[in-house]
C-alpha cells in the first residue's frame, strides 16, 4: 500500500510540474514571436522577402469593331452602322527566360534579434515573339497600340541597379507594371511597331535586397535560373527543387530547369488575364530560404517537448535508488529535483539568446547536474551515491541533445534510449519482491535484489 502511495505521489508531481513546463513553453513561443516581429521590421525598414516574376510582354490591342446601333432610344429609328474602338490588355510570357545570379548576405541586428538580408544580381535574358493577331467577326482592323516589358518583384524598395535593354537598345525603366496582380515591379515601354511573329530580345541587370526568402515565378515556354550564394544553409521549396545543387561550407550553387510541360505557367497565365487573381499562376514559385542553421527558440521548443520524459527517468532513478539501498526520499525531495530540472529549460533559453544554443546547453546542463547531484548527495547519506546520480544525468542531458541534434534519427535513438532505460530496470530489479517494498523491515534488512547475481 505505502508502494503505491508512493507511485501515485511521485506521478502527482509529475502533473504538478507540467504548469511550469507550459508556462516555459509559452515563454518559447512568446520569444519567438518577438523575434519574428523584429525581422518583420528590419524587413520592413529595408525590403521584404522578394519575389520576382520572370519578364513578361504587355501588349494594348486596338480593335475596330463594327456595329448596328440606333442613332437614338426610340425603337422607330432605323439601326445604322458604328464603328467604335475597344482596347484590351494581353500579357505574353516569354519563350525562354534565362536568369545567372549571385547572391550576397548580410546580417543585421536589433538587440538580441538578427534578421538575414540579401542582395541578388541577376542578368535576365529573355525572347519573345510577338503573337499574331486575328480580327474577329465584325472587327475591321487589329493592331498593338503600346507594347511594354514587365517584370514583377516583392518590393520595390529593394531595387539597388537595373539597367535593360531590347534588341540591343537601351530603355528606360518605370515603377509599376499596369497588372492589378502583381502590384510592385517595373515596366519599360517597347517603341517601334510589332507585327505578329516579330521576335524581341531583353536583357536586364538587376541588383535587388530582400529578407530571408527569394522567390522567382518561371513564366516561360523555358526557364533556367542558376543561383550561387555564400549562405551555407539555404533551404530549397517551392513547386520543384532544383535540378542540381551544391551546398559547401562557404555557401552554395543551384540551378533550376523549368518547362511550360510541367510548370503550365502560360496556360496558367492565360486564364488569370491582366486584371484577376492569379493565385494558380503563384504555386508555381521556385524558393529558396536563408534559414538559421540553429534556430534557438525552435530547439529549446524541442527540448521541452522530451520533458516529462527526462522527469520520469530521474525520478525513476531515484525511487529505483529508494528501493534498492533502503533510502527514504520525501515527496519534497522529488519536487525540488523536479523543479531544478524544470529550470534547465530556463536556463538554456535565457542563455542561448546571449550565448548561442551550444553553450548555453552545455553550461545549463552542468548548472543542473552539479546541482542535483549535491542535493541528492545528502537526500541518499552518500556523495557516491549523489555522484552516481549525477552522472546519469550527465548522460541523460548528452542523449537529449544528441536527439535535438539528430531531427531525422530522434525517433530512433529515443527509441533504443527508452528500451535500454526499460531493461536496465528489469535487470537490476529482477529480484526484487514487490510485495515486501515499503513493509516495516526487521532487523536493518534491505530489500533484496539489484547487483549482479
Known amino acids: 500500500?505505502?508502494?503505491?502511495?508512493?507511485?501515485?505521489?511521485?506521478?502527482?508531481?509529475?502533473?504538478?510540474?507540467?504548469?511550469?513546463?507550459?508556462?516555459?513553453?509559452?515563454?518559447?513561443?512568446?520569444?519567438?514571436?518577438?523575434?519574428?516581429?523584429?525581422?518583420?521590421?528590419?524587413?520592413?525598414?529595408?525590403?521584404?522577402?522578394?519575389?520576382?516574376?520572370?519578364?513578361?510582354?504587355?501588349?494594348?490591342?486596338?480593335?475596330?469593331v463594327q456595329r448596328m446601333e440606333r442613332a437614338g432610344d426610340d425603337p422607330r429609328f432605323p439601326l445604322q452602322p458604328v464603328s467604335r474602338t475597344e482596347?484590351?490588355?494581353?500579357?505574353?510570357?516569354?519563350?525562354?527566360?534565362?536568369?545567372?545570379?549571385?547572391?550576397?548576405?548580410?546580417?543585421?541586428r536589433r538587440g538580441l534579434f538578427e534578421a538575414r538580408l540579401y542582395q541578388q544580381k541577376a542578368d535576365i535574358r529573355a525572347r519573345f515573339r510577338v503573337p499574331a493577331l486575328r480580327a474577329l467577326p465584325g472587327?475591321?482592323?487589329?493592331?498593338?497600340?503600346?507594347?511594354?516589358?514587365?517584370?514583377?518583384?516583392?518590393?520595390?524598395?529593394?531595387?539597388?541597379?537595373?539597367?535593360l535593354t531590347a534588341n540591343g537598345q537601351p530603355l528606360q525603366a518605370e515603377p509599376g507594371t499596369g497588372v492589378v496582380w502583381l502590384p510592385e515591379g517595373v515596366q519599360a515601354v517597347l517603341p517601334g511597331d510589332w507585327a505578329a511573329g516579330s521576335a524581341l530580345e531583353t536583357q536586364a541587370a538587376l541588383t535587388l535586397t530582400g529578407t530571408s526568402q527569394l522567390a522567382w515565378l518561371p513564366v516561360a515556354?523555358?526557364?533556367?535560373?542558376?543561383?550561387?550564394?555564400?549562405?551555407?544553409?539555404?533551404?530549397?521549396?517551392?513547386?520543384?527543387?532544383p535540378t542540381e545543387r551544391e551546398v559547401r561550407a562557404d555557401g552554395f550553387s543551384a540551378e533550376w530547369r523549368m518547362s511550360a510541360l510541367a510548370s503550365q505557367a502560360p496556360q496558367r497565365l492565360a486564364a488569370c488575364g491582366p486584371e484577376a487573381h492569379c493565385g494558380g499562376l503563384e504555386g508555381t514559385a521556385l524558393s529558396l530560404e536563408l534559414l538559421d542553421p540553429v534556430d534557438r527558440y525552435l530547439m529549446t521548443d524541442r527540448a521541452i517537448k522530451y520533458a516529462l520524459i527526462f522527469l520520469g527517468l530521474v525520478f525513476g532513478a531515484v525511487f529505483l535508488l529508494e528501493v534498492l539501498r533502503?533510502?527514504?526520499?520525501?515527496?519534497?525531495?522529488?519536487?525540488?529535483?523536479?523543479?531544478?530540472?524544470?529550470?534547465?529549460?530556463?536556463?538554456?533559453?535565457?542563455?542561448?539568446?546571449?550565448?548561442?544554443?551550444?553553450?548555453?546547453?552545455?553550461?545549463?546542463?552542468?548548472?543542473?547536474?552539479?546541482?542535483?547531484?549535491?542535493y541528492l548527495s545528502g537526500v541518499l547519506g552518500g556523495w557516491k551515491r549523489g555522484l552516481g546520480l549525477a552522472g546519469l544525468l550527465a548522460a541523460l542531458y548528452g542523449a537529449l541533445y544528441g536527439l535535438l541534434q539528430s531531427e531525422d534519427h530522434a525517433l530512433l535513438l529515443g527509441a533504443v534510449l527508452l528500451f535500454g532505460v526499460l531493461a536496465a530496470t528489469m535487470v537490476l530489479t529482477r529480484r526484487i519482491d514487490w510485495s515486501k517494498v515499503g513493509l516495516p523491515r526487521t532487523g536493518g534488512e534491505r530489500p533484496s535484489g539489484g547487483g549482479a547475481g
Not at 503505491?4 to 504548469?19: F, Q, S
Not at 498593338?144 to 541597379?161: C, E, F, H, K, S
Not at 515556354?221 to 527543387?241: K, S, Y
Open 221 to 241: 515556354e523555358t526557364f533556367r535560373w542558376t543561383l550561387a550564394g555564400d549562405w551555407p544553409h539555404p533551404r530549397f521549396a517551392g513547386f520543384a527543387l
Open 87 to 108: 482596347v484590351e490588355t494581353l500579357l505574353v510570357a516569354a519563350e525562354t527566360v534565362e536568369v545567372d545570379a549571385t547572391l550576397a548576405t548580410e546580417t543585421r
Open 326 to 374: 533502503g533510502a527514504a526520499v520525501h515527496p519534497l525531495h522529488y519536487l525540488l529535483v523536479g523543479l531544478a530540472l524544470a529550470l534547465f529549460f530556463l536556463l538554456l533559453l535565457a542563455l542561448a539568446e546571449h550565448l548561442g544554443f551550444a553553450l548555453a546547453y552545455a553550461l545549463a546542463a552542468t548548472a543542473c547536474v552539479a546541482l542535483i547531484g549535491y
Open 1 to 64: 500500500m505505502r508502494l503505491a502511495l508512493k507511485l501515485l505521489g511521485i506521478g502527482g508531481l509529475m502533473v504538478l510540474l507540467l504548469i511550469p513546463l507550459a508556462l516555459l513553453d509559452g515563454l518559447v513561443h512568446e520569444r519567438q514571436s518577438r523575434a519574428a516581429d523584429v525581422v518583420a521590421d528590419i524587413a520592413q525598414a529595408s525590403a521584404n522577402a522578394q519575389r520576382v516574376t520572370a519578364p513578361l510582354l504587355r501588349l494594348e490591342v486596338e480593335r475596330e
Open 139 to 163: 472587327q475591321q482592323s487589329v493592331r498593338i497600340r503600346d507594347a511594354r516589358w514587365v517584370l514583377g518583384l516583392g518590393d520595390n524598395r529593394g531595387i539597388t541597379a537595373l539597367a
